[in-house]
């Protein structure tokens, strides 16, 4: 009895798969009755459950996770040849579970609506367009910048630790929310990753656990990059599986929230993929513009580059390869290039206020 149970949830990955597909081609109905139905429901219930714990119960599931398997493969290493077909079974079986876990609690957020057409912004732009963007975004940076650090040419050094941050960053929400009433975030399940040193050498700042609906943000990453990232990741729980998406929802949540630290830290990032797109559009507009630009501004994201140059290692390209594939299995054509497409909704959103 109990084989056959297994045989049965082992081949319903193939119909799993194909419903999947399915309803990837309906996008309104996964918005209407997936994203904007019952997610929101499952991802209050684990928030509620999990969020008061203190440290990531996501990792731990995940390193327990890790060591049973490794137990499992050696101790079952003889049945690969000997009992090749119930092997198999096993595995699948076990993939199974984990493929309807993940898109029951999360993962068919990846095929919702694109998040121009629900707030009715263009999802192209032109040059000029963005340079008037980049222009009113750099003008605004350098007020904050001036305010905070006194000098133009020293950076911002928000004096809250990580912890603070992770309690801090709702209230950007709860600003947001005025205009955008469904970015509502309540309760919170933010928190540190267990995680935080292979993550590092990984090259990701954040991901969202899609199995237990809790953000983790890697606590080593320079304070100033804590707020826009924590938003990101905050993003990810409403809903919001796209990077770009999840990159511009967490950049508006920074900028409007009540406290001036994260206000400026979601300017210069803003500020900082626009420049990347002048730079790759027009190099010699690019050194006129960011030229405009308070170095003090310019030395924290100095900041972030010298921290990730100095993680850098020969695996990095081969885990961002794996999640960029992963990425594009999903909807997101440009793999890990999407984070760019960030610029479009930017330029779009404050063009039009």
């Given amino acids: 009895m109990l084989k056959n149970k297994k045989i049965i949830i082992a081949l319903s990955l193939i119909p799993q798969y194909l419903l999947v597909k399915y309803l990837a081609q309906f996008p309104v109905f996964i918005e209407t009755y997936y994203s904007n139905g019952i997610y929101p429901y499952i991802s209050k219930i684990f928030r509620y459950v999990l969020g008061w714990i203190p440290f990531s119960f996501g990792d731990l599931v995940y390193a327990f996770a890790i060591i049973y398997i490794l137990r499992w493969l050696y101790t079952n290493r003889k049945r690969v040849l000997k009992d090749t077909k119930n092997w198999l079974i096993d595995i699948c079986c076990a993939l ?6 993940f898109h029951l609690f999360w993962g068919m957020n990846y095929y919702r609506l694109p998040l121009n057409v ?85 090259g990701f700042s954040g991901y969202l656990n899609p199995l237990t609906n809790e953000a983790q943000v890697d606590a080593l990453i320079p304070t100033y990059k804590f707020p826009t990232t924590t938003s990101h990741e905050m993003a990810h729980q409403l809903g919001y599986a796209a990077e770009n998406e999840a990159n511009f929802i967490g950049c508006l949540a920074a900028i409007n929230h009540p406290d001036i630290y994260f206000e400026y830290a979601g300017h210069a990032f803003a500020l900082r993929f626009c420049l990347n797109e002048i730079y790759k559009r027009d190099e010699a507009l690019y050194e006129i513009t960011v030229k405009k630009v308070n170095y003090g501004i310019l030395e ?12 850098q290692n020969p695996a990095e390209p081969y ?18 290039e999407s984070y760019s497409y960030v610029v479009a909704l930017l330029t779009n959103y404050f063009n039009e206020r």
């Fill in 319 to 336: 885990f961002k390869l794996f999640y960029s594939n992963f990425l594009k299995a999903n909807k997101q054509s440009k793999g890990m």
């Fill in 118 to 202: 629900n707030l009715g912004l263009e999802a192209d732009y032109n040059t000029e367009q963005l340079v008037s963007v980049t222009e009113k975004l750099i003008t605004k940076a350098n007020s904050l910048h001036h305010l905070l650090a006194k000098n133009d040419s020293l950076k911002v050094d928000i004096p809250y630790n990580k912890e603070t941050i992770l309690k801090m960053a709702p209230d950007g929400y709860d600003a947001l929310k005025k205009e955008f009433p469904h970015l509502e975030y309540h309760p919170r399940s933010v928190k540190k990753s267990l995680f935080s040193y292979p993550l590092t050498y990984m």
């Fill in 96 to 101: 199974a579970i984990v493929y309807f876990a």
């Fill in 300 to 311: 924290n994201y100095k900041e972030v580059r010298t921290f990730w140059e100095a993680h």
